[in-house]
């Protein structure tokens, strides 16, 4: 990402949190602030866990597979049930403010900028 973008992706290691797939996640930043789409597919809502810390954000959602009863999969894609993905995020960001939407497997986040950072206009005054 570049120097201007308010997230870094975070790698952790996998030994210590498990094994999980990171999901696709598109970053846009505007003036207000930045928006997440992270694609989670096959992940419930009562499965899907966020965390926002002062300077971290972590995603983490567990795909419910269900299978009939006496089946079990001869071949999968998806060895591991379960998203993980860390970003730092930058001090101009207001995570007190963030709001988080879940819909057709597709997270969105809104982490606005915090006031010191929001570009404001000046008033000339004529003297």
């Known amino acids: 990402m570049t120097e201007k973008t308010n997230v870094a992706e975070q790698r952790s290691d996998s030994a210590s949190n498990g094994a999980a797939l990171l999901p696709p996640v598109d970053v846009i930043e505007d003036s207000g602030g930045i928006t997440l789409f ?48 860390t970003f730092t995020l930058s001090r101009d ?18 982490i606005p900028k915090a006031a010191h950072a929001q570009p404001r206009k000046i008033e000339i005054s004529v003297a």
């Open 93 to 110: 960001l207001d995570g007190e403010k963030t709001s988080a939407e879940f819909k057709n497997g597709v997270l969105k986040l809104r």
């Open 38 to 85: 992270a694609d989670m597919p096959g992940v419930p809502r009562d499965k899907l866990k966020l965390e926002l810390e002062t300077d971290s954000l972590t995603i983490e959602g567990d795909m419910a597979l269900n299978l009939p009863q006496d089946m079990e999969p001869g071949y999968a894609e998806v060895k591991v049930p379960r998203y993980r993905r």
